[in-house]
Nanobody
Framework: QVQLVESGGGLVQPGGSLRLSCAAS????????MGWYRQAPGKQRELVAA???????NYADSVKGLFTISRDNAKNTVYLQRNSLKPEDTAVYYC???????????WGQGNQVTVSS
């Protein structure tokens, strides 16, 4: 099986910074891309950002300039950075990984991020 271990979430004050990590391990043959999605209360799950093994990035229009995604291929780990957090960033953040563009994604369990004073 494939496991995605997420860390870095929790309660964060408005204006603070967030750095999420997701490490993939297990029986996955290779990782073509990894990314982050989020689901806010009462809303649909949406893409935040994704990054391929070659470093190509894809950001949702709503978060361009706000979030930064990066990756350590040797560790099969993806990171998500956000400065100046706002309450509307509150959501469950999900990590995903896939072996190619045509294979199903593997998903993490979700990481709650709450932005509140």
């Amino acid at each position: 099986q494939v496991q995605l271990v997420e860390s870095g979430g929790g309660l964060v004050q408005p204006g603070g910074s967030l750095r999420l990590s997701c490490a993939a391990s297990g029986s996955i043959f290779s990782i073509y891309a990894m990314g982050w999605y989020r689901q806010a209360p009462g809303k649909q799950r949406e893409l935040v950002a994704a990054i391929s093994s070659c470093g190509s990035t894809n950001y949702a229009d709503s978060v361009k300039g706000l979030f930064t995604i990066s990756r350590d291929n040797a560790k099969n780990t993806v990171y998500l950075q956000r400065n100046s957090l706002k309450p509307e960033d509150t959501a469950v953040y999900y990590c995903d990984a896939r072996a190619s563009t045509i294979t199903p994604a593997h998903w993490g369990q979700g990481n709650q991020v709450t932005v509140s004073s």
